[in-house]
């Protein structure tokens, strides 16, 4: 039987995944978040034979992973810090993805724009012992000639990635003409691009699943409680609420770390986080400046600078602002403000507005507890805390406080190494050097690839295989068959993203667990990231999902005026009603 046809017998009020879990309410470990460091955790377990179960309260990677900059880097600001072990854990965590994960991670050319010569030269030691911001200044060319020397020792692994350059002001122009003549000198170097963050932590997820049945996930699960009768798990699209117990309870819910731990009777004042926001411009005259690579620096008011080209459009950001977990998180019309300054400051005579914006976001990042320290100093690096659970005994509850996407392979094995000597397991496998998702067997040369379609797009057609490769790895094999022989009417390409055919989307509802239209358009693919979205494509979406999760017409309205009523609130975009021409090529 087809995935199409398969997923057609579930009714959206009964879900197998969570149906899985009621049938047996225990497992070894329950990770309860499944960002990327949960989702890892949960992946290493499962490769180990561990009985591992994961909940989320929302959709799989839609809270602070979702948020981010799109980069996996090395960090090379956390020099400044003192956190040596981290940036060498990094820096050797961003080649292994670039290796193990191709489809998704690739070298990403980074420039420093550079105003001055000395500036940042006296306060660097004072940041580097104390911690503390001090006055804001802009990095000078002889700090970061400094940093960026001590960035590459740490890159010895075989010329994964090339070593920085310095150039002039004359250079530095001919090559980027659009710059601010005012700059000194740039610096180019490598970290990597991630294009897909949503979709390379759905890979990691189907990783832990496919190690098999002794491996559970829901989403849109909630952690609600806990009595003597385990973890209180409420589902959030029946209502229904059960109990799940295991030997260790393991709370990977980021910045929300805190408020899981109060619902679970365990009050905690683990995190710091700071939130940061970014902007999508459709932009081409940006686009053409940045000459496909990130520019990137430390602005003067101590907050990171990132121009980015992602996907024929332009990632603008972040901001490293104090927020409360208990409001909402958005991206402000003064953060707006402030990312146009920082547009005009790098790239002065081109213009940016309001109606360029095609999408922002916002999120926060699961930083530990800083009092006083200034955020944009504050650890990247992460730890575990261990609390006994009375209500259960003989169950431990373990919280992760800390982390980010580049370790995210290095942290899961860490904090399963210390959840295995906890259940007396053993490590049967390590995930270092071993491939994810559709990085498996990826082709990375011109040759491979040219073999590798000619092998899956015989009958599909070698442009529309090419295409699938790009947008999944190697996991567009298995869509590919079920495009050329599955059940059901022939394929057409949706009226509003021709880019996209209707099995394809049937095919990722059958097989990723969306629950709702919003974890369509913003995770499982990247049309609103694009500004690709209108109210006509929504709609096809939303009919395709309706066929394979047995949605009646209600339904199908309430779930797209929730998504329209996302997209607005949240990520400022408001659909018309024209058929979106917007080219999709790579998305």
């Known amino acids: 039987m087809s995935a199409q046809a398969n997923s057609a017998q579930h ?40 009985d591992v179960a994961i909940v989320e309260r929302g959709d799989y990677v839609s809270g602070a992973s979702s948020a981010s900059s799109h980069m996996i880097h090395g960090g090379i600001r956390y020099l400044e810090n003192g956190e040596f072990r ?102 180019t170097y490598y970290d990597a691009s991630m294009h897909d963050p949503e979709r390379l932590a759905l890979d990691v997820l189907h990783d832990g699943l496919a190690a098999g049945p002794h491996a559970r996930a829901a989403n849109y699960l909630e952690a609600v409680g806990i009595d003597e009768d385990g973890v209180r798990l409420r589902d959030t699209v029946s209502g229904e609420v059960f109990s799940m117990t295991a030997d260790v309870i393991v709370n990977t819910t980021g910045p929300w770390t805190d408020l899981t731990n109060k619902a679970l009777g365990r009050p905690s004042n683990y995190m710091g986080g700071t939130k940061g926001s970014h902007i999508v411009l459709d932009n081409p005259a940006l686009l053409e400046a940045t000459d496909g690579r990130e520019i990137f620096f430390e602005h003067e008011d ?18 490293d602002l104090e927020h409360d977990m208990t409001q909402p998180i958005r991206c402000t019309e003064a953060e707006v403000d402030y990312f146009f300054e920082l547009v005009a400051h790098v790239f002065p005579q081109i213009p940016v507005d309001r109606s360029e914006i095609v999408f922002r976001f916002s999120g926060v990042r699961p930083l530990p507890r800083h009092d006083d320290e200034a955020p944009g100093f504050v650890s990247r690096d992460y730890r575990i805390e261990q609390t006994p659970l009375t209500e259960l005994p003989g169950t431990t509850l373990l919280s992760l406080v800390g982390g980010k996407w580049t370790t995210f392979r290095a942290l899961a094995e860490h904090l399963s190494t210390d959840i295995l ?32 379609l000619a092998s899956n797009g015989e009958e599909l057609g070698r442009q529309r295989a090419a ?40 095919y990722i509802v059958a097989t990723e667990q969306p629950v709702h239209l919003i974890d369509l358009v913003l995770r499982r693919t990247s049309l609103a990231f694009v500004g690709a979205l209108s109210a006509d494509l929504l709609g096809e979406l939303a009919d395709v999902m309706a066929a394979g999760l047995g949605w009646d017409e ?25 058929t979106s021409t917007t080219s999709l090529a790579g998305v």
């Open 11 to 50: 009714t959206p009020d009964t879900r197998a995944t969570v149906a899985a879990l009621q049938q047996r309410p225990n497992a070894s470990v329950l990770i309860i978040g499944a960002g990327i460091n949960g989702i890892a955790t949960f992946r290493d377990l499962a490769l180990q034979g561990v």
């Open 86 to 187: 981290l940036v060498k854990e990094s820096v050797e965590e961003r080649n292994s993805l670039i290796k193990i994960a191709p489809h998704y991670v690739k070298p990403l050319k980074t420039t420093v724009p550079i105003f001055s010569t000395f500036s940042g030269v006296l306060s660097a030691p004072l940041r580097f012992l104390t911690h503390k911001s001090g006055k804001p200044t802009e990095r000078g060319a002889l700090l970061i000639k400094m940093g960026l020397s001590l960035y590459d020792s740490f890159s010895r692994d075989g010329g994964s990635v090339p070593r920085h350059e310095f150039r002039g002001r004359k250079e530095s122009l001919r090559q980027l003409p659009a710059l601010n003549p005012d700059l000194k000198y740039t610096a």
């Open 302 to 319: 101590g907050r990171i600078v990132l121009i980015y080209p992602l996907k024929g459009r332009v990632l603008v950001g972040t901001t």
């Open 421 to 452: 000597g906890i259940i007396g397991g053993t490590r049967t496998q390590s995930t270092e050097g071993l491939a994810i998702g559709g990085g498996k067997g990826f082709p990375t040369t011109d040759a491979a690839t040219q073999v590798w």
């Open 467 to 506: 295409q699938l490769l790009a947008r999944y790895g190697t996991r567009a094999e298995p869509m590919i068959d079920e495009l050329v022989n599955g059940d059901g009417a022939p394929d057409a390409a949706l009226a509003g993203a021709a880019d996209y055919s209707r099995r394809e989307i049937a």
């Open 554 to 578: 209600t339904r199908r309205a309430t779930e797209i005026a929730a998504t329209r009523a996302e997209l607005a609130e949240v990520h400022g975009v408001r659909l018309g009603t024209a």
